[in-house]
């Protein structure tokens, strides 16, 4: 990981630096930091020109800048108080503190003073403004983002010369599963540079992935790691977060650099492999003093060699509650936390099972959860084929009160039209020919008293929409055949991988029927917007091959996540199934070459595609080319993105995704 230089390049070499910029479009080594000449190569492949007029770049609307602090709200609630302590530590010094996303996006600003801002605003230096490197150049927001790492940015750094008044420093922010979140800023006049601001902002940022941390596992089982005991409690200290099977499905970012793991290790490493021992172990060293912070266990010390991180190689267990005898040697003290007796504790059910750490999915199983027992309430999951709708139907049934009683599923879609009647419904003995001689109670009464999931729901005849709808309005089933109707009681779920609303309006589907099945909505992720892949793949590994500890090949991680999994979930777990048969028996890394030839080739066209990293120029030419036509299009507009979609025949949402704001 880049480190950010420890103070700003002096003036006299910036100056020598852009005239060998400006004329030869290279930097002598040494002149400038790495990350700088890295940043300013990035942005002439952008096709920004560092003097004149800037291109027109993004503003997002009212809109688009509501709908972005809504899909960011836990990151600014916890962000905003921390903004806010910054300001007073440099009120009255031209500054302002600043929050994007992790596109850059500007998304809250504070700061009051007036001369400052005002100068700030015209280069847009202000929410709803985008500062990626491709619209901005290099600045500490947009660089951090690329490099993932604390930057500073000052004066003539700035690869826009218009910009070259300001001194920025910024650090990046990440939620406890890895997920780059945005990046904390402190911009202000390059004359009033101080060396402490990146320590300060870098200070908030960890202050801020601590109350993350903290709002997601505070009630689960994590570990506290400092070096000193005084630390632990406090906002310096390293957290992790682990699974009752002993994955590590959480951590910061001190937690990381402490143990000498990545962001990618989270979800896919053991305790054995973060700590040095097992779980057990770590449990064992008995229950937790009232005096100690939040009432976490007794410190439980771990050594580890000179220069070294605590890596499984070197850490071992030396005392349960005294420091160990001055060896040369350093000790990370650490407490493990379980859910106080007096504190709710967060359910370990099959919904909770589910949840491997992506955002939008975790607020689909929330939401679920609330409806669990109230079977009035019919939902519908909508979603693309192999997102898990039948998954979360199963574990919902399997999380409620009616747990013991019958799960029943029927595809709509696998069911020919003849049968699916007296599928459903029942038939009375001789009801139709073919029909048993003792009949069937059907599928409906069979659910009784449990849950009934209708899966493909949007392929169900019309004729069989008004029986169905009927028997939710009465609770009563009559079978094929005649005879007296039936009560029956169930919680009703339904799913579907079209839109059910397009499909009314085909004709396709009952209006009133529509309404009935829709009580609440809960749309499914597709997998290639879910960011706890790696979490995944670790998972359905060690449900595939539990008695093997199999992880992927990092780089095929990589390419994983590039993937766009037209299968979703299904085509990920039936890969990776394909993947241990192929394996070796003593083989415990799983590379390329176990996977399927179609999935292989699949993972070289997505590297190889437009937009995505290229592997040869003429893709990368491509992708320039793309980007510069939006950009100049954009500019013509005058930075009005409707306009600017009309004249490159897209939609302004596509557009808007184009650049990153969407």
């Not at 595609?609 to 950009?631: F, H, K, V, Y």
Request: glycine residues 10%; aromatic residues 4%; hydrophobic residues 45%.
């Amino acid at each position: 990981m880049p480190h950010p230089p420890e103070a700003p390049t002096p003036p006299e070499r910036i100056r020598q630096a852009r005239r060998q910029w400006l004329d030869t479009g290279t930097v002598a080594t040494g002149l400038i930091a790495g990350p700088l000449q890295a940043s300013w190569a990035r942005c002439r492949e952008f096709g920004l020109q560092p003097q004149g007029r800037p291109q027109g770049a993004p503003h997002a609307s009212s809109a688009q800048l509501a709908r972005a602090l809504a899909h960011r709200h836990a990151l600014v609630a916890h962000a905003k108080p921390v903004m806010a302590f910054l300001n007073e530590q440099v009120q009255g010094s031209d500054s302002l503190v600043l929050l994007a996303d992790a596109h850059g996006l500007l998304l809250h600003a504070s700061g009051d003073d007036a001369p400052f801002a005002d100068r700030a605003a015209r280069v847009a230096l202000r929410p709803g403004a985008v500062w990626s490197e491709q619209w901005r150049g290099t600045n500490a927001i947009g660089t951090a983002l690329a490099e993932g790492a604390p930057m500073v940015v000052h004066a003539g750094e700035h690869y826009l010369e218009r910009n070259g008044f300001l001194t920025c420093a910024a650090a990046p922010i990440a939620d406890a599963t890895g997920q780059l979140l945005g990046v904390l800023d402190i911009s202000g006049d390059r004359r009033g540079y101080h060396r402490h601001t990146l320590a300060l902002v870098r200070s908030g940022a960890r202050m801020i992935e601590h109350q993350l941390f903290t709002s997601r596992h505070g009630s689960g089982l994590h570990v506290r790691l400092h070096a000193q005991i005084e630390g632990l409690g406090t906002v310096t200290e390293g957290l992790l977060a682990l699974s009752e099977d002993g994955w590590v499905t959480g951590a910061n970012t001190a937690a990381l650099e402490l143990l000498g793991l990545t962001r990618g290790d989270i979800g896919a490493a053991t305790v054995e492999r973060a700590l040095g021992l097992d779980l057990r172990s770590l449990l064992a060293h008995g229950p937790a003093p009232r005096a100690l912070p939040r009432g976490g266990s007794a410190p439980l010390w771990l050594r580890l060699e000179p220069g070294q991180t605590l890596r499984r190689s070197s850490a071992t267990v030396v005392s349960r509650a005294q420091p160990p005898a001055a060896t040369g040697t350093a000790a990370f003290s650490t407490t493990v936390s379980a859910p106080a007796a007096d504190l709710p504790s967060r359910p370990h059910d099959a919904l909770a099972a589910l949840d491997t750490g992506d955002a939008a999915f975790r607020a689909v199983l929330e939401r679920a959860r609330k409806v669990l027992d109230k079977p009035a309430v019919p939902v519908l999951l909508q979603g693309e084929t192999g997102t898990g709708k039948d998954l979360l139907a199963r574990a919902m049934h399997d999380s409620s009160q009616r747990h013991d009683k019958p799960f029943v599923a029927v595809n709509c879609a696998a069911l020919p039209e003849t049968l699916i009647e007296a599928e459903l419904f029942g038939y009375r003995p001789g009801a139709f020919t073919g029909a048993s001689r003792h009949g069937a109670p059907g599928r409906l009464r069979e659910a009784h008293g449990g849950t009934l999931f209708l899966d493909e729901i949007g392929d169900m005849p019309l004729a069989l929409q008004a029986r169905l709808l009927r028997v939710l309005q009465e609770r009563q089933v009559s079978p094929l055949g005649g005879g007296a109707a039936v009560a029956v009681d169930f919680r009703l779920i339904c799913a579907s991988h079209r839109k059910l609303k397009d499909e009314v309006a085909a004709g396709r589907l009952r209006e009133d029927l529509y309404y009935r099945l829709e009580g609440l909505l809960l749309t499914l992720p597709p997998l290639r917007e879910r960011t706890d892949l790696p979490a995944l793949v670790a998972r359905l590994l060690q449900a595939e091959a539990p008695d093997r500890a199999l992880h992927v090949d990092d780089a095929l991680i990589t390419a994983f996540c590039r993937q766009p999994w037209p299968g979703n979930l299904r085509q990920l777990a039936q890969a990776l199934r394909t993947a241990v048969a192929l394996l070796d028996g003593g083989a415990t890394q799983i590379t390329e070459a176990e996977l399927p030839d179609d999935l292989r080739a699949a993972l070289h066209t997505a590297v190889d595609a437009p937009g995505a990293p290229a592997t040869d120029s003429a893709a990368e030419d491509l992708r320039q080319l793309t980007n510069a036509r939006i950009r100049a299009t954009l500019a013509a507009a005058q930075g009005n993105v409707s306009a600017a979609a009309r004249r490159l025949g897209i939609s302004r949402n596509t557009l808007y995704r184009r650049l990153g704001i969407g």
